[in-house]
Nanobody
Framework: QMQLVESGGGLVQAGGSLRLSCAAS????????MAWFRQAPGKEREFVAA????????YYADSVKGRFKISRDNAKSTVYLQMNSLKPEDTAVYYC????????????????WGQGTQVTVSS
């Protein structure tokens, strides 16, 4: 039932910033934990960040901790990923995901996935 659409990706220079958005359908957005994953060419999908349904708990991959921030606006049914100090190794397709059980790095905890948005960081 939950449908997710990512936006905000693009091409940025190393050290720059981007803000990704994930718009969710439905009236039960606040019931879901949300997360961002990413997949670079030739790499497996990896966890980036997650946030609880209440917004009170966040969880970040070590590789992005201190640079990225996940947030959500339940009134707008939207989750965000603010990405600062971007590095070329951040280049990937970024996917938004929603789950109704846990908040964390395991993709199996997430039922609904967006189509992804491309982030490319040049050096």
């Amino acid at each position: 039932q939950m449908q997710l659409v990512e936006s905000g990706g693009g091409l940025v220079q190393a050290g720059g910033s981007l803000r990704l958005s994930c718009a969710a359908s439905g009236r039960t957005f606040s019931s879901y934990a949300m997360a961002w994953f990413r997949q670079a060419p030739g790499k497996e999908r990896e966890f980036v960040a997650a946030i609880s349904w209440s917004g009170g708990t966040t969880y970040y991959a070590d590789s992005v901790k201190g640079r990225f921030k996940i947030s959500r606006d339940n009134a707008k049914s939207t989750v965000y990923l603010q990405m600062n100090s971007l590095k070329p190794e951040d280049t990937a397709v970024y996917y938004c995901a929603a789950g109704n059980l846990r908040v964390g790095p395991d993709p199996n905890d997430y039922t609904w996935w967006g189509q992804g948005t491309q982030v490319t960081v040049s050096s």
